[in-house]
């Protein structure tokens, strides 16, 4: 059975930064490439981040040059690094295997 599940977020003033992590298991983690979504209040889910197998990364517009994504294919977990954190980051974050597959998800909330 496939799990995912975020953990990092957080209350972060403007400018601030998180990490971050979702640990995978119930597959083959280092076989699939992973995302991160986002989802605020009364907007659609959004791809923040995609990240292959091997560690080529690919971003939203909003994310290029803030976030990075990484991967430890040992550990079968994905991590997101958020820095230079807006008020417009406020969302849930959610890992993704590629498949209908999703955690709870971890607030994060940018605000003074």
């Known amino acids: 059975q496939v799990q995912l599940v975020e953990s990092g977020g957080g209350l972060v003033q403007p400018g601030g930064f998180l990490r971050l992590s979702c640990a995978a298991s119930?597959?083959?983690?280092?076989?699939?490439?992973m995302r991160w979504y986002r989802q605020a209040p009364g907007k659609e889910r959004e791809l923040v981040a995609h990240i292959e197998p091997r560690g080529d990364a690919r971003y939203a517009t909003s994310a290029e040059g803030r976030f990075e994504i990484s991967r430890d294919n040992l550990k079968a977990t994905v991590y997101l690094q958020m820095n230079l954190l807006k008020p417009e980051d406020t969302a849930v974050y959610y890992c993704?295997?590629?498949?209908?597959?999703w955690g709870r998800g971890t607030q994060v909330t940018v605000s003074s």
């Open positions: 119930g597959f083959t983690f280092s076989d699939y490439a």
């Open positions: 993704n295997d590629g498949f209908n597959h």
